[in-house]
């Protein structure tokens, strides 16, 4: 259960994404800008109005990740930046500007 010191804006947000499981790369991105934002992951607008999750998913999937050796993808999301790694890391911080 989340604290109220758990839903504090944090200015960067790190999440390692873990391809054994069955949670989506889209799903894990959404909780670190939830975690990142102070807010729970229900609170923000879907990521599918800033990025496709399908192929975001697709494009770091498993099978695929040797061939896409410095791959990454970086975008707006809920006031955030988002960059993901082709090894799962998912890095979250403020836009620059952004009050």
């Known amino acids: 259960m989340d604290t109220p010191a758990d839903r ?3 200015p960067e947000e790190r999440a390692s994404h873990d391809f054994g499981t ?3 790369l889209s799903t894990t991105v959404v909780l670190a800008v ?3 934002r102070g807010m729970e992951a229900t ?3 879907p990521l599918a109005e800033v990025i496709d999750p399908d192929a975001l998913d697709a494009l770091f999937a498993p099978d ?3 061939a896409l050796l ?3 993808v970086r975008f ?3 006031d955030r930046t988002v960059c993901v790694r082709r090894d799962g890391e998912v890095l979250v911080r403020p836009l620059v500007g952004a009050h």
């Open 8 to 10: 504090q804006p944090h």
């Open 22 to 24: 069955d949670r989506s």
């Open 34 to 36: 939830a975690r990142a």
């Open 43 to 45: 609170e923000l607008p």
């Open 64 to 66: 695929d990740r040797q």
């Open 70 to 72: 410095d791959a990454r």
């Open 76 to 78: 707006e999301f809920a």
